[in-house]
Structures are given as C-alpha cells and as structure tokens.
C-alpha cells in the first residue's frame, strides 16, 4: 500500500538506496535533513507522514576532527529527528531507524542511544517503532576513503593501484539493496531487530573482499568480461564496481575480427549465465525507459545508429553516449540508472541486448521510468 514516508538523512548513500527503493514501490517521498539549522523543514517533513525512516548519521569524522566528534553529531542527529516526532501536530504511525551492530566504539554507542530516544519519542506519540542492526553496508554508489572498504577497494583497483591488506580481519556484510528493503518492509521486527535470518548476509574477510574484487576488476577492464554472476555475492559486488567504473568508460571497445566475408565481434563474455537478445527499431523510435534493482544489462548496437541514454534515479545525472554498428561499443547499465536507446538514422536499428538473468515474469525486475 503506497504510504507517505520520510527519509530523514537521505543525501547519503543509505538514503539514495532507501529512496530509490520507496520511489519504485509506489511511496511518496519526503526528504528532510538533520543537520543543524534545518529543524524547521524537518518538523515540516515529518508532520503528517506515514511512516519516517531515520538514516542520518555521520561515521567518520571531518578532517580535524575525533570520532567523537563524530559521534556527538550522530547522537544530535537523531534528538533532532525525536523532537520533530514530538512536535509534529499529526505524527507518523510507524518510525524506522537505521542502527549498527557495531559496538564499544563511540560511533556504535551514539547509534544505540540516538535510536532509543527516537524509540521513546515514538511510543509517547503512539507510533511504533523498530531499529534494525545494520552491519557494515556495500553496493552501488559507495563513497570511497570514507569508512566503506569495498568503495575504497575498488576506487584504488580503478586507479591502478594495488591495495595491501595486513592481517585475516573477519567481515560481515550486507548489499545497500537489501538494507533498504528491510527499513521499508512492514513486517513486526521489534524494537531491535537483526538481519542475521531475514537477509543474505555476505560473511568474509578483507583478503577475500580483495580478492574477489581483484578477481572482477581484471577480465573486465582487460576486455569487458563479467563474472558468474549466478553468485549472490559476486552480482552484488559487480554491480558496486560498475557504478564506479561505468562513469570512467561507459563504452567498451569490441575488437573486431574481420575477413574478406565480413567481421565478428564477441558482444558479451561471462562466467556464468544470463540471456541475449536482439532487437530491431525503426527510425526515430525510443525502446526502453525502465531501470532494474538487481540485473545489469549490455546494449551493442550491431547495425544502425543510436542514441543510448542513461540516467542515475532521483538524480539529474546522466550520460547520453552515440552508437553505430560501424564502430561497435558494449554499454552497460548500472544499477539503479533507467535507461533507454533511440533509432538516430534512417535505417532499421538492429541492437543486441544481454542481461544477467533469464526472463522470469512473476519477478522481472523492471520498473518503468523515463530517462
């Protein structure tokens, strides 16, 4: 049922997940900050919203600053959140927040005690309220440097350097994707809830995490190939990777290899499965206008001219790339970018399309969206 929700903190990377997640389930969404000087909008924000999702935070100190620092704006965050809840004339019914596993640390401790005065807040206004325990987070659009290690990991794989891990260090974590359907499911989780039973948890190490990446970014910056994405894991890992590398080359040269009868190009190599089709559009036609949560997909234009056009959600950001079937380019369509191909010439387009998971369609994961 589509509901007004608040997302409290949603410029950040939990917060565009969370709201692309709202948007596509049919929510109205509201967006507000807790920073200091924005008490006034967030009162607005909150006051007649069904649900409000508290994800603000700040988890790694400002150059020249202590994770105490840190800390204390995490926890005044979250009181700014709870006196909204207190002021609003027509509080909401439901009150989420996104808390940590971590603890002993102040970070964890700013977490466990802004969500108990959000959870006392909420019960005096008669709304109810969960905090899920969160682990470390990973996924598309990750900010590197920035207390995530996978971004950190690919930015310098990118960058052409090679990462160096001391020790065996345990890891716990869990795709942005996943999070953000817990924060918006409405199933009774408690006033604590964990995600150890209800979502895929990605138990390794930091080697492992290295490796794994490593193992990704070779094939596909040498030639384009992607992994076995059959791989619950391995898929999420690649889509965090392409929202990193995709900006660098959004087009992938195919080499052709070519007689006196003509040339052949190899379009997709993976280490796994998927689906490949093609299509033909006659002149002036757009296909497309659509985005996917999980699947990522390759466009290549095999005779004809083309716009492809590409946009990430809620965001004005966006690549428009020209295509021919003269010089063919594999595409690849980032996460959560919609994304749609335009006929440009006076020719029939013929384009070939691959995406990494037969068609199923009682689970499609296609939602419409313009470009």
């Known amino acids: 049922m589509s509901q007004t929700l608040t997302l409290v903190g949603a410029s950040g990377f939990l917060g565009w997940h969370v709201g692309l997640h709202a948007r596509l389930q ?79 640390t102040d970070y964890g401790e700013a977490k466990s005690s802004g969500g108990d005065a959000i959870a006392a807040v909420a019960d005096a206004v008669g709304a109810t309220a969960t905090e899920w325990l969160l682990p470390n987070l990973f996924g598309e659009h990750g900010r590197p440097r920035h207390n995530m290690v996978t971004a950190t990991f690919i930015e310098a794989l990118l960058d052409g350097d090679a990462p160096t891990v001391h020790g065996d260090t345990p890891l716990t974590l869990l795709a942005a994707r996943h999070a953000a359907e817990l924060l ?20 390794t190490t930091v080697p492992d995490l290295l490796a794994r990446l490593q193992a990704i970014h070779g094939p596909y910056s040498e030639r384009g190939q992607l992994p076995d994405l059959a791989d619950g894991f391995t898929s999420e890992l690649m889509a965090a990777y392409l929202s990193h590398s995709f900006l660098r080359r959004p087009a992938i040269p195919l080499v052709a290899h070519s007689d006196p009868r003509g040339s052949f190009f190899e379009t997709v190599r993976v280490a796994g499965g998927g689906q490949t089709s093609f299509s033909t559009t006659v002149p002036g036609i757009t296909r497309g206008d659509h985005l996917h949560l999980r699947k990522i997909e390759r466009f290549v234009v095999l005779s004809g001219s083309a716009r492809i056009s590409i946009r990430r959600s809620g965001t004005d950001e966006r690549v ?12 690849d369509m980032p996460i ?5 191909i335009t006929n440009t010439g006076d020719d029939t387009l013929y384009t070939q399309f691959w995406i990494s998971e037969m068609y199923d369609p009682a689970d499609p994961d296609t939602f419409p969206e313009e470009v």
């Open 26 to 104: 049919g929510h109205h969404v509201r967006t507000a900050s807790a920073r200091p000087g924005q008490e006034a909008e967030l009162l607005t924000a909150v006051d007649g919203a069904d649900t409000v999702i508290h994800l603000a935070a700040c988890n790694r100190p400002a150059e020249g600053q202590t994770p105490q620092d840190a800390a204390d704006h995490t926890l005044a965050a979250a009181h700014r959140t709870a006196t909204a809840l207190r002021e609003a004339g027509s509080p909401p019914s439901r009150v989420v927040v996104a808390g940590t596993t971590q603890s002993g």
């Open 184 to 203: 918006l499911s409405d199933a009774p989780a408690g006033r604590r809830a964990v995600t150890d039973d209800v979502a895929p948890l990605r138990h």
């Open 336 to 340: 959560g970018w919609s994304h749609n």
């Open 320 to 331: 428009d790339l020209d295509a021919t079937g003269e010089e063919p380019v594999a595409v």
